[in-house]
T-cell receptor
């Protein structure tokens, strides 16, 4: 098991372009989370999936952001018409959740994808 | 999620114990206390969690106050590799997902 993988690790783009990030979770994990982190701040929750169902989206996830997890395995996060304010580290995490231990489950994070919008 | 309060930064010497405090006075009875840390240029990493009793694992110990309104993460013998931002997070009720604050920036002096 290689942990949570994210690709690309770094992306530089021009304002107005679309970008897509991919996350491959730990294989047996049924939950997948996306976070955004700007310099000097803690990670901010964006959205999460249980298998292929997107169960919650943060208010931070504007209409320009869309996330998918089509087969309940890998996930993509797409940002359309990027703005300079989108520059951040995008973190993916996964966990295996049991109903009886909902708040005790542990998240495993990837190393993140750093986006720079020029 | 209920809020936590942590010092912005702490400094310790290598090979000495480190006690990282966290206040969570509005904790509810079902909230778990989780600690994660984030090393430079890496994603957050799970450290430990507990509900009521003190917990030990290979990385650290978690001491939970009897009234659960505060907790302390204990690194028994700090190394330079423990220099990181440490986040204390409550989980319970509401939606899933961790709510990170700014954490405590731990500096380890050689």
């Amino acid at each position: 098991d290689t942990g949570v993988s994210q690709d690309p690790r770094h992306k530089i783009t021009k304002r107005g372009q679309n970008v897509t990030f991919r996350c491959d979770p730990i294989s047996e994990h049924n939950r997948l989370y996306w976070y955004r982190q700007t310099l000097g701040q803690g990670p901010e929750f964006l959205t999460y999936f249980q298998n292929e169902a997107q169960l919650e989206k943060s208010r931070l996830l504007s209409d320009r952001f869309s996330a998918e997890r089509p087969k309940g395995s890998f996930s993509t996060l797409e940002i359309q018409r990027t703005e300079q304010g989108d520059s951040a580290m995008y973190l993916c995490a996964s966990s295996f959740i049991r109903d009886t231990e909902l708040w005790a489950n542990v998240l495993t994070f990837g190393a993140g994808s750093r986006l720079t919008v020029l | 999620d209920a809020k936590t309060t942590q010092p912005n930064s702490m400094e310790s010497n290598e090979e000495e114990p480190v006690h990282l405090p966290c206040n969570h006075s509005t904790i509810s009875g079902t909230d778990y206390i989780h600690w994660y840390r984030q090393l430079p240029s890496q994603g957050p990493e799970y450290v430990i969690h507990g509900l009521t009793s003190n917990v030990n694992n290979r990385m650290a110990s978690l001491a939970i106050a009897e009234d659960r309104k505060s907790s302390t993460l204990i690194l028994h013998r700090a190394t330079l590799r423990d220099a990181a931002v440490y986040y204390c997070i409550l989980r319970g009720g509401g939606a899933d997902g961790l709510t990170f604050g700014k954490g405590t920036h731990l500096i380890i002096q050689p």
